[in-house]
């Protein structure tokens, strides 16, 4: 994405600058970027292009101009003493000004179109709870928000919706004024408290040591929730999958599919762990190892589907007759001819109206009995019985379990 930068008018005269990131669509509903104390660096323009990728127009404006304008630190332990240094002159009360002139510079784009939230990090995350109490955002996601304790007389003033990202381990945030916070919003239901333990402050931030990935993932589902319901853009996650679906086992085109896919998705088939990351390589898999090595009488039943902000679970029983050498579930395995059915589970993640990844989950030991590699007189596993049992709960369970009959009912 190149990168554009705009003046914003403050409204003691000045002028500033704010990096603005586009979804390809073009327009839609903004979201105001609050950085840390680090400035809009390349950390901070990174997220702001992940957002418009999400199909926001974001907007971060330098709060630190006022300091330094261009201020840009490295977001890690090597600037931390210079970005503390310069964070002791920055003016709370006059940043929560500048970012509502922000918030008005953004509103007045062509390109946004509908509402606009405020998510904020650290300093920023403060700013963001601020923003909710004194601007006119529609919602307010805040991370770790620093000093957000000196400003509990504002909560009274927030109407709209807001999620709060705390760290169990966090020093700078700990655990008295995360009881606080809990204890200020406990009676407002729109106002949701998420706490990642073993995490530590700026977890969500990939340059740090303190990065955890699994709650950043978790917390950036969370935070994409909050945005879709109050600002939209709503897409129809069930139809988009289906399509993409539908290019894979029906037209049979890996270009095709790709076409429903971000510029960089990645599939990972647990069992087996093939796939592909990044454009290029799992194009390669889709094209020679996936669709043509796919038996051609696969049928998909559907169980259940499950629709989240920015996911679908697809839950269904996955049918072929073993008649290929089928690359990407049985390398190197020659085909038996047997038929086989088996529950099979797809994790699949979106970033805006396009697939991001795929997670794909199955009964690899199912797999094998069926087609004769592995003997379930010798094992705790079953072959086609586990699909049975999926679709109809009243056969019979713990049939592997010799002391099942051990805890009957004495008469």
Same mark, same amino acid.
């Given at each position: 994405?190149?990168?554009?930068?705009?003046?914003?008018?403050?409204?003691?005269?000045?002028?500033?600058?704010?990096?603005?990131?586009?979804?390809?669509?073009?327009?839609?509903?903004?979201?105001?970027?609050?950085?840390?104390?680090?400035?809009?660096?390349?950390?901070?323009?990174?997220?702001?292009?992940?957002?418009?990728?999400?199909?926001?127009?974001?907007?971060?404006?330098?709060?630190?101009?006022?300091? #330094?304008?261009?201020?840009? @630190? &490295?977001?890690?332990?090597? $600037?931390? !003493?210079? =970005?503390?240094?310069? *964070?002791?002159?920055?003016?709370?009360?006059?940043?929560?000004?500048?970012?509502?002139?922000?918030?008005?510079?953004?509103?007045?784009?062509?390109?946004?179109?509908?509402?606009?939230?405020?998510?904020?990090?650290?300093?920023? #995350?403060?700013?963001?709870? @601020? &923003?909710?109490?004194?601007? $006119?955002? !529609?919602? =307010?996601?805040?991370? *770790?928000?620093?000093?957000?304790?000196?400003?509990?007389?504002?909560?009274?003033?927030?109407?709209?919706?807001?999620?709060?990202?705390?760290?169990?381990?966090?020093?700078?945030?700990?655990?008295?004024?995360?009881?606080?916070?809990?204890?200020?919003?406990?009676?407002?239901?729109?106002?949701?408290?998420?706490?990642?333990?073993?995490?530590?402050?700026?977890?969500?931030?990939?340059?740090?040591?303190?990065?955890?990935?699994?709650?950043?993932?978790?917390?950036?589902?969370?935070?994409?929730?909050?945005?879709?319901?109050?600002?939209?853009?709503?897409?129809?996650?069930?139809?988009?999958?289906?399509?993409?679906?539908?290019?894979?086992?029906?037209?049979?085109?890996?270009?095709?599919?790709?076409?429903?896919?971000?510029?960089?998705?990645?599939?990972?088939?647990?069992?087996?762990?093939?796939?592909?990351?990044?454009?290029?390589?799992?194009?390669?898999?889709?094209?020679?190892?996936?669709?043509?090595?796919?038996?051609?009488?696969?049928?998909?039943?559907?169980?259940?589907?499950?629709?989240?902000?920015?996911?679908?679970?697809?839950?269904?029983?996955?049918?072929?007759?073993?008649?290929?050498?089928?690359?990407?579930?049985?390398?190197?395995?020659?085909?038996?001819?047997?038929?086989?059915?088996?529950?099979?589970?797809?994790?699949?993640?979106?970033?805006?109206?396009?697939?991001?990844?795929?997670?794909?989950?199955?009964?690899?030991?199912?797999?094998?009995?069926?087609?004769?590699?592995?003997?379930?007189?010798?094992?705790?596993?079953?072959?086609?019985?586990?699909?049975?049992?999926?679709?109809?709960?009243?056969?019979?369970?713990?049939?592997?379990?010799?002391?099942?009959?051990?805890?009957?009912?004495?008469?």
């Amino acid at each position: 994405m190149a990168e554009q930068w705009i003046d914003i008018g403050a409204t003691d005269g000045s002028t500033f600058k704010g990096y603005l990131a586009l979804p390809a669509s073009g327009s839609g509903p903004g979201i105001l970027l609050l950085h840390e104390i680090f400035g809009v660096n390349a950390s901070m323009r990174n997220l702001a292009d992940y957002y418009a990728e999400e199909g926001y127009v974001v907007l971060a404006p330098d709060l630190l101009w006022r300091v #330094g304008a261009g201020i840009e @630190l &490295a977001d890690g332990d090597g $600037d931390l !003493d210079g =970005a503390m240094d310069r *964070y002791q002159d920055f003016d709370t009360n006059q940043s929560i000004k500048d970012s509502a002139d922000a918030l008005q510079a953004l509103r007045a784009r062509p390109e946004c179109t509908g509402k606009v939230g405020a998510l904020g990090f650290g300093p920023g #995350g403060k700013l963001a709870y @601020l &923003a909710a109490a004194r601007a $006119d955002v !529609d919602c =307010a996601v805040s991370y *770790y928000g620093v000093g957000i304790e000196a400003e509990f007389g504002e909560a009274a003033r927030i109407k709209g919706p807001v999620v709060f990202h705390l760290a169990e381990l966090d020093r700078v945030v700990p655990a008295e004024v995360r009881m606080q916070i809990t204890a200020v919003f406990a009676s407002r239901p729109d106002v949701e408290l998420y706490l990642y333990p073993g995490c530590d402050h700026g977890f969500a931030v990939p340059e740090r040591a303190s990065f955890n990935k699994t709650a950043t993932l978790i917390a950036h589902s969370r935070s994409i929730a909050m945005f879709r319901t109050f600002l939209g853009p709503h897409y129809d996650l069930s139809s988009l999958w289906d399509k993409h679906t539908e290019l894979e086992f029906v037209t049979r085109s890996a270009e095709a599919t790709m076409s429903t896919m971000v510029a960089e998705p990645y599939v990972n088939h647990i069992p087996t762990m093939t796939g592909g990351v990044g454009y290029h390589d799992l194009l390669r898999f889709y094209k020679n190892h996936f669709i043509p090595k796919t038996p051609k009488d696969t049928r998909l039943t559907p169980i259940s589907r499950t629709i989240g902000a920015d996911r679908v679970v697809d839950e269904m029983l996955f049918c072929f007759t073993h008649d290929i050498e089928i690359d990407w579930m049985l390398p190197g395995v020659s085909p038996t001819g047997r038929y086989v059915e088996i529950p099979l589970v797809a994790i699949v993640c979106f970033r805006g109206d396009k697939l991001y990844n795929e997670h794909i989950y199955w009964d690899q030991a199912s797999v094998l009995v069926q087609i004769g590699l592995l003997d379930p007189k010798t094992l705790p596993v079953a072959g086609v019985e586990t699909a049975r049992k999926l679709v109809e709960k009243s056969l019979p369970s713990n049939t592997m379990m010799a002391r099942w009959t051990e805890s009957a009912p004495k008469a």
